[in-house]
């Protein structure tokens, strides 16, 4: 099992196309669909270096399941611009044609009004938040946990614990989140693409909103869009979990993500779909 900085590399194969290699450490069922994005951004970067441009936003919609193992990336530069870069960078198993596909935009500093219009929520601090690695109460049935949340330590800061049924309610759930080997960038902020990373966990807001009862149920991404605010600079990051729309076995959800001290980092937003696991 590697970090995140010896994992989400890749190697240049020429013309355009890049290879790579993915363990099941980043496994959530299957690997994490924004490490997928993130591998296919990195390969991008790697397309432009040299550019300046930093990644504003990018737009990841999944086709078909990238599994772990060897990993195949097509660049493509729709247009190299003084003040803004755009590109496409399609990622998948090797012999396996669909995979996941990123359509992303890097930029340069440009001017224009300044302000933050949202406020983070209220919340206790990490450490006095319940970790998931934490023992479980006595009573609750045990369960192993994905192999991604060995690589990435969550702190439940809003909603209720899983085991907990309740009636439906809201859908608001925060959690910390930071690496257990965080990859800095030389100025110490933490890399964008991490950021990313941390953004895509999103479906235990539709958990908390429907009151974690009835089947067993997990809902992979159909897409999954981020918006590179403000570097990370401090050690956790706040995911504020939000879904506005479920129905027809879709649902549409959204994340702010906040520094320790209230700056606004990222926003992401997602639409998934349901499937049900088999009753035991």
Do not use: K
């Amino acid at each position: 099992m590697g970090s995140f900085a010896e994992d989400v590399t890749v190697h240049s194969a020429g013309g355009g196309r890049y290879r790579s290699e993915l363990d099941h450490s980043w496994d959530l069922v299957a690997p994490q669909g924004g490490v997928v994005a993130s591998l296919a951004l990195r390969a991008a970067e790697a397309e432009i270096e040299g550019s300046g441009h930093l990644l504003r936003t990018c737009t990841t919609v999944f086709a078909g399941q990238v599994s772990a193992g060897a990993l195949e990336i097509d660049v493509t530069v729709l247009r190299r611009g003084r003040t803004a870069t755009q590109v496409v960078s399609t990622i998948h198993n090797e012999a396996v044609p669909a995979g996941a596909t990123v359509l992303a935009v890097f930029g340069s500093s440009r001017r224009g009004p300044t302000f933050v219009d949202v406020t983070p929520p209220q919340v206790p601090s990490p450490l006095a938040c319940r970790s998931y690695r934490d023992p479980l109460p006595a009573g609750v049935e045990p369960f192993e946990p994905f192999p991604f949340w060995n690589q990435v330590e969550g702190r439940a800061a809003l909603g209720r614990p899983p085991w907990e049924e309740h009636e439906s309610g809201r859908s608001d759930v925060g959690t910390w989140l930071r690496f257990d080997d965080p990859p800095r960038l030389a100025d110490g902020s933490l890399d964008p693409l991490g950021v990313i990373t941390l953004a895509d966990r999103m479906p235990g807001c539709i958990d908390e909103r429907i009151g974690h009862q009835g089947p067993r149920w997990f809902a992979p991404s159909a897409d999954l869009t981020v918006h590179l605010l403000e570097p990370l600079r401090t050690e956790w990051i706040l995911a504020h979990d939000r879904a506005r729309w479920a129905d027809d076995g879709w649902a549409s959800a959204e994340s702010t993500l906040w520094d320790e001290t209230g700056t606004l980092v990222a926003y992401a937003t997602q639409m998934m779909l349901f499937t049900y696991l088999p009753a035991e």
